[in-house]
T-cell receptor
Framework: QKEVEQNSGPLSVPEGAIASLNCTYS??????FFWYRQYSGKSPELIMF????GDKEDGRFTAQLNKASQYVSLLIRDSQPSDSATYLC????????????FGGGTRLMVKP | DVKVTQSSRYLVKRTGEKVFLECVQD?????MFWYRQDPGLGLRLIYF???????EKGDIPEGYSVSREKKERFSLILESASTNQTSMYLC???????????FGPGTRLTVT
């Protein structure tokens, strides 16, 4: 089992819809959770982080964390073609110091 | 605004050459990281540093070394480049007691 798992996709949604991206992790002691967006040929860009169970909203983005079920999700409301990218989930495991463990990413395609 | 810069966007080197990749951050961050990213393999940590002159091996340190003589600068060295080191190299940094990492633009290295 991978430490951080994401469906590689592509996840295809129509413009204006809600895109839902999911990530599961294996280390129950994981503390911090991050979502990065990576456009093709570019470097990852931090878009959200969440530490506590529940929802955290930032503009069109909502991160959801459920530690009991060991999953974290990212919702993108009113999806735009410019949201088409690969979304990486990253987790700080317990006793990992300053290191993050990254999932393989989910490719999102928003169709006009 | 965090800024992480890398010395080159694209680099082409020959097998056996010594290669230096440089990363500079301007946010006085303690932690710096070098990753490589390959299709299907995701982001893999090569080395990281949590202080000047300190370094720790990541998941795939073989064939690489690092240097951190100043807080803002972290160099990745390929002692004798090989074709299997053709990859996208990404530098990242994070502050003390902060887990979120900020990435530079990346260097796409081709070894022929």
């Amino acid at each position: 089992q991978k430490e951080v798992e994401q469906n590689s996709g592509p996840l295809s949604v129509p413009e204006g819809a809600i895109a839902s991206l999911n990530c599961t992790y294996s280390d129950r002691g994981s503390q911090s959770f991050f979502w990065y967006r990576q456009y093709s040929g570019k470097s990852p860009e931090l878009i959200m982080f969440i530490y506590s169970n529940g929802d955290k909203e930032d503009g069109r983005f909502t991160a959801q964390l459920n530690k009991a079920s060991q999953y974290v999700s990212l919702l993108i409301r009113d999806s735009q073609p410019s949201d088409s990218a690969t979304y990486l989930c990253a987790v700080k495991k317990d006793n990992a110091g300053n290191m993050l463990t990254f999932g393989g990413g989910t490719r999102l395609m928003v169709k006009p | 605004d965090v800024k992480v810069t890398q010395s080159s966007r694209y680099l082409v080197k020959r097998t056996g050459e010594k290669v230096f990749l440089e990363c500079v951050q301007d946010m006085d961050h303690e932690n710096m990281f070098w990753y490589r990213q390959d299709p299907g393999l995701g982001l893999r940590l090569i080395y990281f540093s949590y202080d000047v002159k300190m370094k720790e091996k990541g998941d795939i340190p073989e064939g690489y070394s690092v240097s951190r003589e100043k807080k803002e600068r972290f160099s990745l060295i390929l002692e004798s480049a090989s074709t299997n080191q053709t990859s996208m190299y990404l530098c990242a940094s994070s502050g003390r007691d902060r887990d979120e990492q900020y990435f530079g633009p990346g260097t796409r290295l081709t070894v022929t």
